[in-house]
């Protein structure tokens, strides 16, 4: 019988065709996209926009590299520049942060923190984090949350009065529950962390302190919020919120008793292979970060913040807790009897992107909710200044009047209005000129 000969593939399309010749579908997509970036005004406080530099490395070559294990001790061939990348990842992040050591693999919050827990405590030890409802995230002991679900998640929450964190029940329930491990750090609260304080309690019942500074790591590394080192054990954070990162996380720690526990967690305990293209990324965006005027940037976002959260009180919302010391707020809906979920689609019909957010002590289910989060990373970045953030506060608060009038329906002639006036600020700080 004639042997049938095998004819290589032609790979001209494999190595030359662009995105929108190899798939059209999601260039259109990937294209809509930057045009919703381009011409609508980004206040989700948990987004940014990163630089062309961070964009080119995660989608780099490195994309396609294997990197299991630790630089000098891969289980793969071919890694040299996996491990210059990664070297210099965690040179640049311990900088940043003036501690001692960093991880710098996770590919996610969720996973980083999922680390620490695998690194400090077995299943149903006891550990304390901020409420969800007071501003609180998923993985500090939701109950839909592996870390609800694995181990025992004891709350605090913020006062009634003030809507601050009051450090006095802090310890009164550190006390009664005598927890292995306390949270300290959230998502949607936008008063001071007093970290010295969350140390005290934690020596005070002999607990493990991990400060998650996620939302506010660009402030710290900025000088515009106090730093949890010395006083944490372990510090966790994403990259991609005030950072301003491809979207992953570290961790961060100062004493070596931490190293193998914490590498051993990440790896081979939560993830295999690094993504090393994002860890390339993360890198760029701390050398970015490690720049003087990314000090600038950072205390623009607060001055920003304030400005936004001033507007917004001034034309007749309440902003949770009387105001903001970072790049976040709440904006509590009530008094005009508003849903978050419908100021969130009605913003966002007015070309302002932000997310329906509860509020402490909130009536209404987290689909629905009482409040909007909003933040001034991503419109910092645009170039926004605090009289571009008057006006953005003035303009929410027209649309979610249109919305108290209309029902979920809003005000279309003023939705429409507030387009227009969107577009003209947009067109004068834009975003990635040139692509």
């Not at 294997?66 to 289980?75: M, T, V």
């Not at 970072?326 to 508003?338: I, Y």
């Not at 577009?423 to 834009?430: D, I, N, R, V």
């Amino acid at each position: 019988m004639a042997t049938q000969e095998i004819t290589a593939p032609n790979m001209d399309r494999f190595w030359n065709d662009d995105l929108a010749a190899a798939d059209p579908d999601i260039a259109a997509a990937i294209d809509k996209e930057l045009a919703r970036q381009r011409d609508k005004i980004e206040l989700i406080a948990s987004e940014n926009i990163a630089s062309k530099a961070v964009l080119e490395a995660a989608g780099s070559v490195f994309t396609n590299k294997y990197a299991e294990g630790y630089p000098g001790k891969r289980y793969y061939g071919g890694c040299d520049y996996a491990d210059v990348v990664e070297n210099l990842a965690i040179e640049r992040a311990c900088e940043l942060f003036d501690c001692n050591f960093a991880n710098v693999q996770p590919n996610s919050g969720s996973q980083m923190n999922q680390a620490v827990f695998l690194a400090l405590l077995q299943p149903g030890d006891t550990f304390m984090g901020l409420d969800l409802n007071s501003g609180g995230h998923l993985t500090h002991g939701s109950p839909v949350n592996m870390s609800g679900k694995w181990f025992n998640p004891v709350a605090y929450g913020v006062r009634k009065d003030s809507e601050e964190i009051d450090m006095d029940e802090v310890m009164a329930i550190a006390k009664e529950h005598k927890p292995k491990l306390i949270i300290a750090g959230g998502t949607a609260y936008s008063r001071i962390w007093d970290w010295e304080a969350f140390r005290k309690v934690a020596d005070e019942v002999g607990a493990y302190l991990m400060v998650d500074m996620s939302h506010i790591s660009g402030l710290v590394a900025g000088g515009a919020h106090p730093s949890p080192f010395p006083h944490a054990d372990v510090v966790t954070s994403t990259t991609h919120k005030s950072l301003r990162g491809p979207r992953s996380g570290i961790i961060l720690w100062n004493d070596e008793k931490y190293t193998k526990p914490i590498n051993m967690a990440v790896f081979p305990g939560m993830q295999g292979g690094p993504l090393m293209h994002i860890v390339a990324a993360k890198a760029v965006a701390f050398r970015e970060a490690l720049r003087p005027d990314f000090k600038d940037y950072a205390h623009a976002v607060v001055e920003n913040a304030r400005a936004l959260a001033a507007s917004i009180e001034d034309n007749g919302l309440r902003i949770v807790s009387g105001g903001t010391d970072n790049h976040s707020m709440l904006v509590d809906l009530t008094p005009m009897d508003v849903t978050g979920k419908a100021a969130e689609k009605g913003l966002d019909r007015a070309y302002l992107t932000c997310n329906k957010n509860g509020i402490p002590f909130d009536t209404r289910s987290p689909f629905v909710t009482s409040g909007i989060r909003l933040g001034t990373p991503a419109g910092t970045t645009r170039g926004f200044g605090p009289e571009e953030f008057r006006k953005i506060g003035a303009m929410i608060v027209q649309v979610v009047e249109g919305l108290s009038r209309n029902g979920d329906d809003g005000d279309a002639e003023v939705e429409e209005r507030i387009r227009r006036e969107v577009g003209e600020l947009c067109a004068g700080f834009p975003v990635y000129p040139g692509m």
